[in-house]
């Protein structure tokens, strides 16, 4: 064997090179929350560690009570609030527009009717109802936001306010002057009136309404999320309570004691409270609003009868309407119509006045109406058989006229409308002061509340050290 062969023989071929050892992979970082879990498992596997966790428990939701409760508190006072002080006479304010329109419409009807002999009375009942409106629409534009969805009505009410004036001032001008063509200017003005003011006043009364609605809604519905942790927050405590009593034979914790006692505070206040504020709201709503807008409606009727029943001797059968096969005359047809809205109104007042002041006015208003409508007939008939001169003293003479009635059925109105909306004022007060130092009375004995959760875990902890 050569010395090539020996060296072959011994020495193996070279592998090929072999690739390189892959590296370890890098472990990753673990996330601070995973981190907090774990720290959480190996502190529930130790006493102390589980009284930790109790004690931040027991405050969480003694401290989410007080927040939810304060919160939901806050919210309903200032909607029993807004119910008193802003959408109520918002409301009214709206009502009185409608009412003080329709009155100046009347009185202006009524001025036209006497001639040149127009009395000073109707002169100033149609002024105050001009300056009443005009001082209505200032403080409903100054208390409507801009996107409010009344601020459009208002807007055009002011605009047609003017329109309006314009238009009386010409009829009483040509009246004065003895030409016909004052009728024509009168009825203009009043189709303005009945046509586009009225139910653009009718318009914001329904919308004012309908806030006034809303606040309720925000007002009385119970504050139940608060409710459910302040009897979560009960339920804990005496867990807690029981379950160290179990493990030390104590009775009492006196720091779970404290919270116990300012949590089952709270949550009697907020219950005591919300249903004497609920009460109180409810039945200023009940006895209150809904009397209120009967009564509302039953005048603003009253006020339509009466200027279309001026607007009848005006017109002299100038404007008609088809009412099946007959044609009648289109302002003693409305006047009817008024009439029969006003006694159902009156019908439905009588019904919801809860004591004897607010149904008597009532009561005399229904007669006053009765004795109202036997007075036009007669008239009616007198008109009806060429008497103009006659049928005109028996609405607008001196004595013994509808107009006497009206104006009793009018004042007798108003006397209720005031008796109820002192009503209603006494009641909502009642129920927004209810929840007067709630919302701060809760976040206050909240505090106090879980303080003692913690220091009455504190203790218990104190006792392994």
């Known amino acids: 064997m050569t010395l090539t062969q020996t060296h072959s023989a011994e020495a193996p071929p070279a592998s090929p090179a072999s690739p390189a050892e892959p590296h370890a992979p890098t472990p990753r970082r673990r996330t601070a929350f995973a981190e907090g879990i774990d720290h959480l498992r190996h502190a529930a596997t130790t006493e102390p ?3 930790r966790i109790i004690g931040a428990l027991l405050a969480a939701l003694v401290l989410g009570f007080g927040a939810v409760t304060a919160w939901q508190t806050t919210e309903r006072a200032s909607a029993a609030d807004d119910v008193l002080t802003s959408s109520q006479p918002l409301s009214s304010d709206a009502a009185d527009i409608y009412r003080s329109l329709a009155d100046a419409n009347t009185a202006a009807s009524s001025g036209f009717l006497a001639g040149g002999q127009e009395t000073a009375e109707s002169r100033a ?14 403080t409903a534009a100054a208390s409507a936001d801009p996107d409010s969805p009344s601020t459009p009505t208002i807007t055009k009410l002011n605009r047609l306010l003017p329109e309006y004036k314009g ?15 004052g009728g024509a200017y009168l009825r203009y003005a009043n189709e303005k009136m009945q046509q586009e003011m009225l139910p653009a006043a009718e318009e914001l009364y329904t919308k004012e309404n309908q806030r006034l609605q809303s606040d309720y809604g925000r007002a009385t519905p119970y504050p139940w999320l608060a409710i459910a942790l302040g009897t979560a927050a009960l339920t804990a405590l005496a867990w807690a309570q029981r379950r160290n ?7 009492l914790n006196h720091g779970l004691v404290a919270a116990t006692a300012t949590t089952t505070a709270v949550l009697l206040w907020l219950l005591v409270g919300h249903t004497v504020a609920r009460s109180g709201l409810n039945d200023s709503h009940d006895h209150g609003v809904r009397s209120l807008t009967v009564l509302n409606d039953a005048r603003i009727a009253s006020l339509k009868a009466r200027g279309n029943e001026n607007l009848t001797l005006v017109a002299r059968g100038a404007e008609t309407r088809q009412v099946g096969d007959e044609t009648v005359d289109a302002y003693d047809y409305d006047f009817e119509r008024n009439m029969d809205t006003l006694a159902k109104g009156l019908t439905h007042a009588r019904r919801l006045a809860d004591d004897s002041t607010g149904e008597k006015p009532v009561t005399a208003a229904v007669g006053n ?11 009616r008939k007198q008109d009806d058989n060429g008497n103009y001169q006659q049928a005109l003293n028996m609405v607008i ?16 109105l108003a006397a209720a409308l005031k ?6 004022k006494s009641a909502a007060t009642g129920g927004r ?9 809760a976040a206050v004995l909240a505090v106090i509340g879980a303080l003692g959760a913690v220091l009455g875990i504190g203790r218990r902890l104190s006792e392994y050290r």
């Open 167 to 181: 238009l009386v001032e010409r009829a009483r001008t040509y009246n004065r002057q003895g030409f016909p063509v």
């Open 397 to 412: 003479g001196a004595k013994g006229t509808t107009g006497e009635c009206f104006d009793s059925v009018d004042a007798n």
């Open 125 to 138: 009942r149609y002024e105050k109802g001009i300056r009443t409106a005009a001082g209505k629409l200032v």
């Open 433 to 441: 002061d209810a929840l007067t130092g709630l919302p701060v009375g």
């Open 245 to 251: 009593y179990l493990r030390t034979n104590r009775v």
């Open 49 to 51: 560690g589980r009284l």
């Open 369 to 379: 109406m009765t004795e109202w409508h036997k007075r036009h007939d007669a008239a």
């Open 419 to 424: 008796h109820e909306q002192h009503e209603f």
